[in-house]
């Protein structure tokens, strides 16, 4: 909760402040598929959030794994190097990101016990490296 509070705090103050997130500059391809990534990462989150609100924990967990957790990694990894977003990154934003996988699949491994409150706690992790990334990462 400390997390999303301060997350809003951020969020009224930005559009007061000047810009000052790292600009990360990637080739145009790279750029697409991080922002068709990031989009899918949306969609996987609301995924996961419907079903826990249904009391679908297990299927939030598989999910969360599929979608979003160290099974996910790797999408790029066929793609021509101008189109893989990791390369281009600097280390401490590739590493924001795979913080982010492993929070998911920490949160799909107890979801998938059915361990309803212990999954829910894990919940807010699944969005804290995509709060910490895009509050200090830009790329236009």
Do not use: W
Not at 80 to 101: E, S, V, W
């Amino acid at each position: 909760m400390k997390a999303l509070v301060f997350a809003l705090f951020l969020l009224s103050t930005a559009a007061d402040a000047e810009d000052t997130r790292q600009l990360v500059k990637l080739p145009a391809p790279a750029q697409e598929a991080l922002i068709e990534e990031m989009q899918g990462n949306l969609v996987a989150l609301n995924e996961v959030m419907s079903l826990i609100a249904a009391g679908k924990i297990k299927e939030a967990g598989e999910v969360a794994e599929a979608k979003l957790g160290m099974s996910a990694m790797g999408r790029h990894r066929s793609k021509p190097m101008d189109a893989r977003p990791g390369p281009h990154m600097p280390p401490a934003m590739h590493g924001i990101g795979i913080d982010g996988h492993k929070a998911a699949s920490e949160f799909a491994t107890a979801a998938m016990t059915g361990d309803r409150d212990k999954a829910l706690a894990l919940l807010p992790n699944l969005t804290t490296a995509c709060v910490a990334c895009h509050f200090s990462y830009r790329t236009r």
